[in-house]
């Protein structure tokens, strides 16, 4: 897990809303899984590529998460800024690999760490296949030497 913040080239901020803090008035931890797919959209959005009603993309992707992994460092409370710093670490044939962190924007302070893996499946047998070519050179060309290319 990458925790340099500079290899982290998009960033989306939100602030913490009063119904996802938990009866300890901090963000429930399940929240953070939300922040985090908002970070996902919001990159994927920012590389040109919407996602439809459908839950398929706009080139016809239909991305799924495979695998989840979260560290909480620091608790967010109600109406704290949060930067969330995303990336994509790896892609491998059918897979990449997400990578965020989350700050509170005001502090600095670190508070989750996560990554998830997202694999490419085809949209009529949900089986996983290839990540297409475009899809290979979008990323490289947004996240250049920081993203390592598996076969």
């Known amino acids: 897990m990458e925790l340099s913040r500079s290899k982290y080239k ?15 008035g901090i963000v429930h931890n399940a929240i953070y899984l939300e922040y985090c ?5 919001e990159y994927v959005r920012n590389l040109g590529i919407q996602l439809l009603p459908t ?13 989840n992994e979260i560290n909480y460092q620091s608790p967010a409370m109600v ?4 930067d ?5 670490s790896y ?10 962190l989350i700050y509170k924007s ?10 998830s893996v997202q694999v490419n499946l085809n949209c009529e047998t949900n089986r996983p296949e290839r990540l297409p070519d475009h899809l290979r050179k979008i990323i490289i060309d947004f ?3 920081n993203v390592e290319i598996l076969s």
């Open 84 to 88: 969330i710093h995303t990336r994509i």
């Open 143 to 145: 996240e250049g030497d």
């Open 55 to 67: 839950g398929i993309y706009s080139d016809g992707l239909k991305i799924n998460v495979k695998r």
């Open 106 to 115: 005001e502090t600095n302070a670190l508070l989750v760490t996560q990554k």
């Open 37 to 41: 797919e908002i970070g996902r959209v």
């Open 10 to 24: 998009h960033l989306f901020q939100l602030r913490v809303r009063n119904f996802q803090v938990d009866s300890q």
């Open 91 to 100: 892609v491998k044939n059918s897979s990449f690999c997400f990578e965020h």
């Open 79 to 82: 109406d704290d800024l949060l």
